[in-house]
Structures are given as structure tokens and as C-alpha cells.
């Protein structure tokens, strides 16, 4: 027996299903980034785009040699902003990522110093820049300073409301909460889970999810027992 927000049911627990999803999928090796600092422009730039928008402007950043904290710290705006167009939302977003750059070389000096704090302190910080919510700054703690924190996203929430057949508005901290007191807090697995839920969403827990193949179909209330969330 188990319980997420007070919807009790035999469930699977959260590494049953990491397991189902790394049988099938196999191991992610994510996050896509050559270094820290990519990881860093790379989550905040994958917001409200796919990733394959995010790899367009990252390129064109690689080749215009603004990938470094002090480079992209110092950048022309309105350069920065022709070189990030492709992730869309290129103006909001070339103005954050500059300023967060320049919030990091003037507080901490280099980025290795600003992440290098413990997971608290690092994601109050990160969570009082403009344009860093939470989702983005647990990426950021996860995959670039290397830290254990459980990242959700809306891949996250609709598996869970599906799984577990719940369908009220799952907060992020609640969410994040039951994972994170449910798997032992190992930064390799939770960047694998993480990434293992994303493929999930693309393969087959889409808005119209395709439930025959899926690797979690004999453990979900959507899948197997037919719930939905209009009856
Ligand atoms: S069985 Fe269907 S609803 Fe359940 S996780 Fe898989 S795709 Fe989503």
C-alpha cells in the first residue's frame, strides 16, 4: 500500500518504475551539454521549446565563442539575441541568460564557486534570478553542480496523475517530496529517472497517450484499469 496526496492503492513504488522504464528505454546519459556552463545556458534556454531548438542556439553560441560565463556575461544583446532566435522567446530569454551570467562572474567570480554550495542555499539563489523557476533550477542543481534533487516536469505530472489515478493540481514541492522520500538520494539515478520520464512522455505518455506498448501498462490505472480522469 502506498499513497500519493492522500489517493491510497496498491501502486508501484517510484524505483519499480525507474526499473520498467530502464529496461525498456536503457540507460539515458543525460543531460546533453559539453560542460557545466552549457548545462546551466541549455536549462534555461530549453524553456517553452524542444531541445532540438536549444541545440540550434547552442551552436550558434559555440561558434560565436559566447559559451563561457565572462563571454556571454560581456555579450552584445542584440547578438545574443540572433544567436539564441532559435529557442524562441529569444528577446525575455538573451536578457535572462545575460543577466544570470553576470549575477554569477560578479557574486561568485566563476561558476564553479557558484554551484559548489549546498543544494539549499544553491537553489534559493538560483530560484530569486529572473526567468529561473523551479523546474529549471533543479536542472541546473541536478545536472551542472551535481546535487540530488528530484526535477519535475510536466512529463513528471501527468505520469503520476495517470499511474496513480489522481487528477487534482499536483504541486511541484509535494511531488518532488515523494520521490525524494522514496528513492535514496543518488544523483546518478535521479539524473537517469529524470531523463527516463522524459522519454516516456515522448514515446507514449503524450496528451493522447499510446498505453498499448508502454513499459508501464500492467501498473497504470490509465493504461490497465482503464481510469480517466472524466469519470
Ligand atoms: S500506460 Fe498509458 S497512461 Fe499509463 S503511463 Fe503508459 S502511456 Fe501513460
Given at each position: 500500500m502506498d499513497s500519493v496526496n492522500g489517493i491510497h492503492g496498491t501502486i508501484p513504488t517510484p524505483l519499480m518504475i525507474y526499473e520498467?522504464?530502464?529496461d525498456r528505454f536503457g540507460f539515458q546519459g543525460w543531460w546533453p551539454g559539453r560542460n557545466n556552463f552549457e548545462i546551466l545556458v541549455g536549462?534555461?534556454?530549453t524553456q517553452q521549446t524542444s531541445w532540438k531548438n536549444v541545440d540550434m542556439a547552442l551552436l550558434n553560441l559555440r561558434k560565436g565563442g559566447l559559451l563561457s560565463l565572462d563571454a556571454l556575461a560581456g555579450a552584445d544583446l542584440h547578438e545574443l539575441e540572433i544567436m539564441i532566435k532559435p529557442s524562441g522567446y529569444y528577446r525575455q530569454k538573451a536578457a535572462r541568460l545575460k543577466a544570470v551570467c553576470n549575477h554569477i562572474r560578479d557574486k561568485h567570480s566563476t561558476l564553479r564557486?557558484?554551484?559548489?554550495r549546498d543544494v539549499q542555499t544553491l537553489?534559493?539563489?538560483l530560484l530569486s534570478l529572473s526567468g529561473i523557476g523551479e523546474e529549471t533550477a533543479d536542472s541546473i542543481i541536478l545536472y551542472a553542480a551535481d546535487k540530488p534533487v528530484f526535477v519535475i516536469d510536466a512529463y513528471t505530472k501527468r505520469m503520476v496523475e495517470r499511474l496513480f489515478g489522481i487528477w487534482e493540481n499536483l504541486k511541484y514541492d509535494a511531488l518532488?517530496?515523494?520521490?525524494?522520500s522514496k528513492i535514496v538520494k543518488d544523483v546518478g539515478l535521479y539524473k537517469d529517472f529524470h531523463a527516463q520520464i522524459v522519454e516516456l512522455g515522448k514515446r507514449h505518455c503524450r496528451a493522447k497517450p499510446l498505453c498499448g506498448n508502454c513499459p508501464l501498462f500492467t501498473v497504470c490505472r490509465y493504461g490497465k484499469f482503464g481510469w480517466r480522469p472524466d469519470r
Open positions: 520498467m522504464l530502464e536549462a534555461m534556454l564557486r557558484f554551484l559548489n537553489r534559493v539563489e518532488q517530496d515523494y520521490f525524494q
